[in-house]
Nanobody
Framework: QVQLVESGGGLVQAGGSLRLSCATS????????VQWHRQRPGKERELVAT????????SYAGFVEGRFTISRDNLKNSAYLQMNSLKPEDTATYYC????????WGPGTQVTVSS
């Protein structure tokens, strides 16, 4: 059974940092790309960052503006999102997602950035 469990969210002041984690199980993690998505209040879910299975290479949404870093640890079947210089508009529930496994989502982790 595929499982994705996000953690690391919390309340932080603008300009602060958080490191999100995504623990996975039930599939060969090393062979899949991983994405972070977020859903801001009243908005559609949007893609934040992607890391490929090989290389690996990374890509980011335009609003990231060099502030976030996605990474993975294949030995721990985990992915991470380091978020620096957080802004109030980064307030959202953050989810990890694995393309190719169908519509499997974890519970998400809430990030709240105060001004």
């Amino acid at each position: 059974q595929v499982q994705l469990v996000e953690s690391g969210g919390g309340l932080v002041q603008a300009g602060g940092s958080l490191r999100l984690s995504c623990a996975t199980s039930g599939f060969p993690f090393i062979t899949y790309a991983v994405q972070w998505h977020r859903q801001r209040p009243g908005k559609e879910r949007e893609l934040v960052a992607t890391i490929t299975s090989t290389g690996p290479s990374t890509s980011y949404a335009g609003f990231v503006e060099g502030r976030f870093t996605i990474s993975r640890d294949n030995l721990k079947n985990s992915a991470y999102l380091q978020m620096n210089s957080l802004k109030p508009e980064d307030t959202a529930t953050y989810y990890c997602y694995v393309p190719g496994l169908g519509s499997v989502w974890g519970p998400g982790t809430q990030v709240t950035v105060s001004s």
